[in-house]
């Protein structure tokens, strides 16, 4: 079982920054597939950026250059550094786990942490 809570989340001006964190219980965060998801209003959830057991990092084109994805497995705390933000990145921003298993990956979702960007 693993749960995720967020924190960092804010009302930030535009080109400000911001920093999510995401903190996982248990003893298998070195495995877990991590991932930061963001839902707008009226908005399907997707998915900003990701990273692996291993550090392999990908990002949505919207956030490349801007968001940085990282992990600190002494803290069991994947890490979401957002720079030069934009109105458009308002959104409820979710970490997301995958906790690979025999035969079927089990997935977990923190509670959400909210992003404004507003002058």
């Known amino acids: 079982q693993v749960q995720l809570v967020e924190s960092g989340g804010g009302l930030v001006q535009p080109g400000g920054s911001l920093r999510l964190s995401c903190a996982a219980s248990g003893s298998n965060f070195k495995i877990l597939s991590l991932r930061w998801y963001r839902q707008a209003p009226g908005k399907q959830r997707e998915l900003v950026a990701s990273i692996t057991s291993v550090g392999i990092t990908n990002y949505d084109d919207s956030v490349k250059g801007r968001f940085t994805i990282s992990r600190d497995n002494s803290k069991n705390t994947v890490y979401l550094q957002m720079n030069s933000l934009k109105p458009e990145d308002t959104a409820v921003y979710y970490c997301?786990?995958?906790?690979?298993?025999?035969?079927?990956?089990?997935?977990?979702w923190g509670q959400g942490t909210q992003v404004t960007v507003s002058p």
């Open positions: 997301h786990a995958v906790l690979p298993l025999p035969g079927v990956d089990k997935n977990y």
